[in-house]
């Protein structure tokens, strides 16, 4: 399997008629195989290997979180050590999210003059780099590809081609229930820790549906495409924190936070806004009516076809 295809959920495990579980295991094989992909590919830039790597490990740790239910233990142990992974990486991840925000800010309706952007870019872009450098080193590769190698051998271990379709459907409920509590009741006072809290329960959301999307061929590609564009749109709002930020008191952009507050309130004024309408169209659902939907989704087994008794073969003597 291509390792940067989605493994559909109901292609056959086998010819024993089984559907479901056997291509779970495929899933998690393909998102340590992009893993290893953005550890290893040496055309990648230090700051695309870092960001790759943070995504494969965000779609990991939803899939461990799936696992949790029917595997217990050595999923959430494997998902929490992933968490600290991500964690060594973040470092380097501040500096480009304000980098991000840089661009967005230009969409703005009083955007920052062009000189300064470069000016700030350039300070920025120095800051990622030093930090990569801290953090992206050979004894942090060392330890992505310990941890990727045991996360392969876990896998094949572990019975996860057995774990039922219903035990898959409660976990995706939860994630649900969790992202859809955090909605904040008033979108203009919510604070950026609420906001990134909601905001990481959506990628969660988002990747967990990617398993079953095949099973929703229609409406699945729909919610999917919602569920990304609010974690597009809540993301810009964090990076647009993380700018924030760097502008602060005794901080590297401090002597332009002046010029550049009234640009960001109005760029996060503006994702908030679209925020709250798709976060109204995607939990539109109460929870319970949501694992009933995925309920309806689950694969029929496939049923082998009864062979043929043969006719008994009689004897010279009846016939």
């Known amino acids: ?15 024993d008629g089984s559907i479901f579980g056997g291509n779970l295991a495929a899933a998690g094989r393909a998102i340590i195989a992009d893993a290893r992909k953005a550890l290893c590919d040496p055309k990648l830039s ?16 939803a899939y461990l979180r799936l696992l949790e239910r029917p595997l217990g233990a050595p999923a959430r142990a494997m998902r929490v050590e992933a ?5 060594a990486l973040a470092g380097a991840r501040d500096a480009q999210s304000a980098l991000d925000a840089l661009d967005d800010l230009s969409k703005s309706e009083t ?3 062009k000189t300064s952007v470069a000016t700030l870019r350039g300070r920025l872009t120095d800051i990622r780099d030093a930090a990569e450098a801290a953090t992206f080193t050979a004894e942090t590769r060392e330890r992505l590809a310990r941890y990727l190698d045991y996360a392969a051998l876990s896998l094949e271990r572990w019975p996860v081609a057995e774990i039922d379709f219903d035990a ?5 409920a939860v994630t649900y229930r969790r992202a859809r509590g955090l909605v904040p009741e008033n979108w203009a006072q919510a604070d950026p820790e609420h906001l990134h809290d909601l905001r990481r329960r959506v990628v969660e959301h988002r990747h967990q549906m990617e398993l079953i ?4 061929p229609r409406e699945g590609k ?4 919602k569920a990304q564009r609010l974690r597009n749109r809540l993301g810009a709002c964090q990076d647009l924190e993380m700018l924030r930020q760097f502008t602060g008191p005794h901080q590297p952009l ?7 507050a009234p640009a960001i309130a109005a760029r996060r004024a503006a994702h908030l806004h679209e925020a709250a309408r798709l976060t109204a169209r995607l939990f539109a659902d109460k929870p319970k009516a949501f694992r009933k939907r995925i309920a309806a989704l689950r694969p029929a087994r496939k049923t082998a076809r009864p062979r043929k008794t043969p006719a008994p073969v009689r004897s010279s003597s009846e016939r």
């Open 83 to 87: 968490r600290e992974m991500m964690r």
């Open 254 to 260: 401090a002597r332009w936070r002046a010029r550049l």
């Open 1 to 15: 399997m291509n390792p940067r295809q989605k493994p559909s959920m109901t292609e056959q495990a086998g010819e």
């Open 46 to 61: 230090d700051p695309e290997a870092v960001h790759n790597l943070r995504k494969a490990l965000k779609r990991w740790r």
């Open 168 to 172: 898959i459907a409660d976990g995706l």
């Open 213 to 216: 999307e095949p099973l929703w």
């Open 111 to 113: 955007p920052p003059a």
């Open 222 to 225: 729909a919610w999917a495409q």
